[in-house]
């Protein structure tokens, strides 16, 4: 059974610093696209960035929002995969989610429909 569980959500100043992280179990993480998404109150999930697998080349893609300030990386060792986020600012609050694919490659995919697995979410609250 996969399962992927989020951590590292809190409450910071803008400005400020996170780094979530998203272990995945029963699941090879290392040859699949994995990318983080947000989704705050009242509105739809919005894709943040996504991780290619290593055997497509293990590229990053961010959303125009969060480039430049957010980092996804992978340590393939661990199955974990972080989200690390600068220079917080308030319109960065929501629950973050962790999903996966089941393809290596992440061309094209910003859609939640894209995605075959979830987290249950870490939040993030950033006050200004």
């Known amino acids: 059974q996969v399962q992927l569980v989020e951590s590292g959500g809190d409450s910071v100043r803008a400005g400020g610093s996170l780094r979530l992280s998203c272990v995945a179990s029963g699941y090879t993480a290392n040859n699949k696209c994995m990318g983080w998404f947000r989704q705050a109150p009242g509105k739809e999930h919005e894709w943040v960035a996504s991780s290619y697998a290593l055997t497509t080349g293990g590229g990053t893609v961010y959303a125009d929002s969060v480039s430049g300030r957010f980092t996804i990386s992978r340590d393939n060792a661990k199955d974990t995969m972080y989200l690390q986020m600068n220079k917080l600012k308030p319109e960065d609050t929501a629950m973050y989610y962790c999903?996966?694919?089941?393809?290596?490659?992440?061309?094209?995919?910003?859609?939640?429909?894209?995605?075959?697995?979830w987290g249950q979410g870490t939040q993030v609250t950033v006050s200004s």
């Open positions: 999903a996966a694919r089941e393809v290596g490659s992440c061309y094209l995919a910003r859609n939640e429909y894209e995605y075959k697995y």
